[in-house]
């Protein structure tokens, strides 16, 4: 019986555990002499179902379709944006995630001699709490992994991956500075699939026990990457295709025309990835002895020759540089911007090299390209012995596996994190004298307690808002991603949601109060309690409705000026 972090990367996952008799923190692999980092893949073909590493080997090979990138895709709906990627009915991301997990966690309790997963945290992108089409993958993750027969069901929790990693590194300060950490860390995570950065505040806990640890608050987050034209957008796998897309096409192979997007595209992009990781030193060298503005001299420096089919595509210096610029420099700078806006309105002084109660740090496998490290670098002026990154770094292996080692912490309860609203959700309703009310039951930014009922409450006197439903249920609510609480996605129910949410209300009044919940992984249930008019008074009996896939919530939906 163990508890383990995941790291359930878009392009590499990443298993770790906190002994907790010796205080050890470790990723773990899934066999003697296998690394770690296990791609996040898996073939199917000839009869056989791989994953890691063998399914990686069957790119562009006879025979056999490999999946990437399902974790990205696990919300998608769009079925040509899924089979452009290879996707189908039967081969589905929600149904390769699954395999891939299963054989990922099935292996690494093998290796540990293990039979049982008691509790089980795994990472996932902040964006995802930022979109409507995307909240609903914590959700599909979290059935994912409670389906499985050798994970304890109620031990499954989903969390924000620089959440994680934001706990990795206020435990790596309590290591070195032999203290709690107390202050600001911004994360800035980024991997193939998204960039999440990720603003939190740390605060020492006592507990209950008397003894001190460290609790974690988000206080802001932004990020990019989504699914764009079919591919995963504006982080590191995007960044690999252009490049290979681009350099293919230079090399006059396809007449100047896009190469197909293929096992041989794919193979060559696993080959640019492999020269990419192998030779970062090396890559740092030639753009500090050019500089970023002498583009001509770069180009005619050689990076790789990547295979490409029987024949070799060259990729320059000049083009790493050139695609850097053109689809990740100013998405970065950008979303950097914004959360400097967010950190001067709370005057938090993260230009200040020689405070100690602000940390900056970078993880995720994109993180380690020196293009990224150079512009966040330069964004915040980084110089020697700037405290701004002492004592949370163990480190560089600690960097790329911060989200895994930190889901391993919270795993075994070293580090808390207090849970805060990612949106707001509410009623849009009519009132018992026929008004339509708009009424946020959770409010973004909240601080909550998961599995504690938020009822609708009246703007007015803060009472429980009490509304009709005449044909005794509701057909419309609404979920706010923001802070305007006047813009919401609302719309008619989709029929299976529709039916779980009719004839709920009882009473002759048709009258009810409505609350929401939210569990670990933030996955949001509805609480329908009749309310007797002439008494004023609520029923004891509460029906439960869990949501799940907001992305399959609605009919249609909008967002717009909502009535008051």
């Given at each position: 019986?163990?508890?383990?972090?995941?790291?359930?990367?878009?392009?590499?996952?990443?298993v770790?555990?906190?002994?907790e008799d010796?205080?050890v923190l470790?990723?773990l692999?899934?066999?003697?002499?296998?690394p770690?980092?296990?791609?996040?893949?898996?073939?199917?073909?000839?009869?056989?179902?791989?994953?890691?590493?063998?399914?990686?080997?069957?790119?562009?090979?006879?025979?056999?379709?490999?999946?990437k990138?399902?974790?990205m895709l696990?919300?998608?709906?769009?079925?040509?944006?899924?089979?452009e990627?290879?996707?189908?009915e039967e081969?589905?991301?929600?149904?390769?995630?699954?395999?891939f997990?299963e054989?990922?966690l099935?292996?690494v309790?093998?290796?540990?001699?293990?039979?049982?997963?008691?509790?089980?945290?795994?990472?996932?992108?902040?964006?995802w709490n930022?979109?409507?089409?995307?909240?609903?993958?914590?959700?599909?993750?979290?059935?994912?992994?409670?389906?499985?027969?050798f994970?304890?069901a109620?031990g499954?929790?989903?969390?924000?991956?620089?959440?994680?990693?934001?706990?990795?590194?206020a435990?790596?300060y309590?290591?070195?500075?032999k203290?709690?950490?107390?202050?600001s860390?911004?994360?800035?995570?980024?991997?193939?699939?998204?960039l999440?950065?990720?603003l939190?505040?740390v605060?020492?806990?006592?507990?209950?026990?008397?003894?001190?640890?460290?609790?974690?608050k988000?206080?802001?987050r932004?990020?990019a990457?989504?699914?764009?034209?079919g591919?995963?957008?504006?982080a590191?796998i995007?960044?690999?295709?252009?490049?290979?897309?681009?350099?293919i096409?230079r090399?006059?192979?396809?007449?100047?025309?896009?190469?197909?997007?293929?096992?041989?595209?794919?193979?060559?992009?696993?080959?640019?990835?492999?020269?990419?990781?192998?030779?970062?030193?090396?890559?740092?060298?030639?753009?500090?002895?050019?500089?970023?503005?002498?583009?001509?001299?770069?180009?005619?420096?050689?990076?790789?020759?990547?295979e490409?089919?029987?024949?070799?595509?060259?990729?320059?210096?000049?083009?790493?540089?050139?695609?850097?610029?053109?689809?990740?420099?100013?998405?970065?700078?950008?979303?950097?911007?914004?959360?400097?806006?967010?950190?001067?309105e709370?005057g938090?002084?993260?230009?200040?090299?020689?405070?100690?109660?602000?940390?900056?740090?970078?993880?995720?496998?994109f993180?380690n390209?020196?293009?990224?490290k150079k512009?966040?670098?330069?964004?915040?002026?980084?110089g020697?012995?700037?405290?701004?990154t002492e004592?949370?770094?163990?480190?560089?292996?600690?960097c790329e596996?911060?989200?895994?080692?930190?889901?391993?912490?919270?795993?075994?309860d070293?580090?808390g994190?207090r849970?805060?609203a990612?949106?707001?959700?509410?009623m849009?309703?009519?009132?018992?004298d026929?008004?339509?009310?708009?009424?946020?039951?959770?409010?973004?930014?909240?601080?909550?307690?998961?599995?504690?009922?938020?009822y609708?409450?009246?703007?007015?006197?803060?009472?429980?808002?009490?509304?009709?439903?005449?044909?005794?249920?509701?057909?419309?609510?609404?979920?706010?991603?923001?802070?305007?609480?006047?813009?919401?996605?609302f719309?008619?129910?989709?029929?299976?949601?529709?039916?779980?949410?009719?004839?709920?209300v009882?009473?002759q009044?048709?009258t009810?109060?409505?609350?929401?919940?939210v569990?670990?992984?933030n996955v949001?249930?509805v609480?329908?309690r009749?309310y007797?008019?002439?008494?004023?008074?609520?029923?004891?009996?509460?029906?439960v409705?869990?949501?799940?896939r907001?992305?399959?919530?609605?009919?249609?939906?909008?967002?717009?000026?909502?009535?008051r």
């Amino acid at each position: 019986m163990v508890k383990l972090g995941m790291d359930f990367g878009s392009t590499y996952t990443v298993v770790s555990i906190y002994r907790e008799d010796t205080g050890v923190l470790e990723p773990l692999s899934l066999g003697e002499g296998l690394p770690a980092n296990i791609p996040s893949m898996v073939a199917i073909g000839k009869g056989e179902t791989l994953i890691g590493i063998a399914a990686k080997n069957k790119t562009g090979k006879k025979g056999y379709q490999v999946y990437k990138a399902f974790k990205m895709l696990l919300a998608v709906t769009d079925s040509q944006k899924l089979a452009e990627r290879g996707y189908d009915e039967e081969h589905s991301p929600e149904k390769i995630t699954r395999l891939f997990i299963e054989g990922v966690l099935s292996q690494v309790l093998e290796s540990l001699h293990e039979t049982w997963i008691d509790k089980l945290v795994v990472g996932v992108p902040e964006i995802w709490n930022n979109k409507l089409e995307t909240l609903g993958g914590k959700a599909m993750l979290r059935d994912i992994c409670r389906s499985l027969d050798f994970i304890n069901a109620d031990g499954v929790k989903v969390v924000s991956e620089p959440a994680a990693a934001s706990a990795y590194f206020a435990h790596n300060y309590y290591l070195i500075a032999k203290k709690n950490y107390e202050g600001s860390i911004l994360l800035v995570d980024y991997g193939g699939g998204t960039l999440d950065i990720t603003l939190s505040q740390v605060m020492a806990s006592e507990q209950t026990d008397g003894t001190n640890s460290m609790e974690l608050k988000v206080l802001e987050r932004n990020g990019a990457g989504e699914n764009v034209e079919g591919r995963v957008g504006e982080a590191g796998i995007v960044y690999m295709e252009t490049v290979m897309d681009w350099a293919i096409r230079r090399s006059g192979l396809t007449d100047g025309e896009a190469p197909e997007y293929d096992g041989t595209f794919y193979r060559a992009v696993d080959d640019l990835e492999m020269e990419l990781q192998t030779s970062m030193k090396k890559i740092q060298n030639v753009f500090e002895e050019y500089g970023l503005d002498y583009l001509d001299e770069l180009n005619e420096e050689e990076f790789a020759e990547i295979e490409y089919g029987r024949d070799e595509v060259s990729v320059s210096f000049g083009l790493l540089l050139e695609v850097y610029n053109q689809v990740i420099r100013d998405v970065f700078d950008q979303k950097l911007d914004e959360m400097m806006a967010f950190m001067d309105e709370k005057g938090i002084r993260y230009m200040d090299g020689s405070q100690d109660d602000f940390k900056l740090a970078l993880v995720g496998g994109f993180g380690n390209f020196y293009l990224v490290k150079k512009q966040l670098r330069d964004k915040f002026k980084l110089g020697h012995n700037d405290k701004r990154t002492e004592n949370i770094i163990l480190d560089q292996a600690g960097c790329e596996r911060a989200v895994s080692l930190g889901t391993a912490l919270l795993a075994a309860d070293v580090i808390g994190i207090r849970s805060t609203a990612d949106f707001s959700i509410g009623m849009w309703a009519y009132d018992i004298d026929k008004r339509i009310c708009m009424n946020y039951a959770i409010r973004y930014k909240q601080e909550i307690e998961v599995n504690t009922v938020y009822y609708a409450r009246s703007s007015v006197d803060g009472e429980i808002f009490v509304i009709q439903a005449i044909s005794g249920g509701f057909d419309k609510f609404l979920i706010n991603l923001g802070s305007d609480d006047k813009l919401a996605n609302f719309g008619l129910l989709k029929e299976k949601f529709a039916k779980k949410l009719s004839n709920v209300v009882t009473n002759q009044y048709h009258t009810a109060v409505v609350g929401f919940s939210v569990d670990p992984s933030n996955v949001v249930s509805v609480h329908v309690r009749d309310y007797d008019l002439m008494r004023g008074a609520i029923s004891d009996e509460d029906h439960v409705i869990e949501l799940t896939r907001f992305n399959d919530l609605f009919e249609a939906s909008a967002v717009g000026q909502l009535p008051r």
